[in-house]
T-cell receptor
């Protein structure tokens, strides 16, 4: 099956610093990647959708200058939280759809998530 | 707007008990419906899906039927196991976007 990994699995940073989260597709080419944010006891909220080589499309209310998304290759997308503040503390999850060897993966495959804590 | 409502947990059951996790949805179009499962420390995995009214999705003993008249997609399993302990998310997909419920934690004890 299709496997998506995230790194790091957790990170603690000081307020005002920037944090980069990586999302990788391990055995397929991820033409589209999705970034979600999950608050405790709440559902996953889609932040943005990115297609390889294109600018990300952000959902309403998500600050594109704060949450920088790069999808420069078919196996890697990054989310950078710039000038992080305590309210940015959350669980960030990525997912991907794509292809491998002619087979299409139209359903989203999810990474295990990254817990960000901003002090 | 489009949304998913599922029952709050945790749901606590003994092994071999019957499971129902309720899920209802609101959608302006004709969504596909999904159940995802998240085991501890792992990413969400697709458990089952249904793409149109009256379809039944099934996998690993779990099943759910797309009920358009009641806008529901309840998850059921006849006999749960300890290994089924996880968080279950109901979701709908419309215009290639997934909209999730808040998740229901299932705890199964021997």
């Amino acid at each position: 099956g299709a496997v998506v990994s995230q790194h790091p699995s957790w990170v603690i940073c000081k307020s005002g610093t920037s944090v980069k989260i990586e999302c990788r597709s391990l055995d397929f080419q991820a033409t589209t990647m999705f970034w979600y944010r999950q608050f405790p006891k709440q559902s996953l909220m889609l932040m943005a959708t990115s297609n390889e080589g294109s600018k990300a499309t952000y959902e309403q209310g998500v600050e594109k200058d704060k949450f920088l998304i790069n999808h420069a290759s078919l196996t890697l997308s990054t989310l950078t939280v710039t000038s992080a503040h305590p309210e940015d503390s959350s669980f960030y999850i990525c997912s991907a759809t794509g292809t491998s060897g002619g087979r299409s993966y139209n359903e989203q495959f999810f990474g295990p998530g990254t817990r960000l804590t901003v002090l | 707007g489009d949304s998913v409502t599922q029952m709050e947990g945790p749901v606590t059951l003994s092994e071999e008990a019957f499971l129902t996790i309720n899920c209802t949805y609101t959608a302006t179009g004709y969504p596909s419906l999904f159940w995802y499962v998240q085991y501890p420390g792992e990413g969400l995995q697709l458990l089952l899906k249904a793409t149109k009214a009256d379809d039944k999705g099934s996998n690993k003993g779990f099943e759910a039927t797309y009920r358009k008249e009641t806008t529901s997609f309840h998850l059921e399993k006849g006999s749960v196991q300890v290994s089924d302990s996880a968080v279950y998310f109901c979701a709908l997909k419309i215009a290639d976007k997934l909209i999730f419920g808040t998740g229901t934690r299932l705890q199964v004890f021997p």
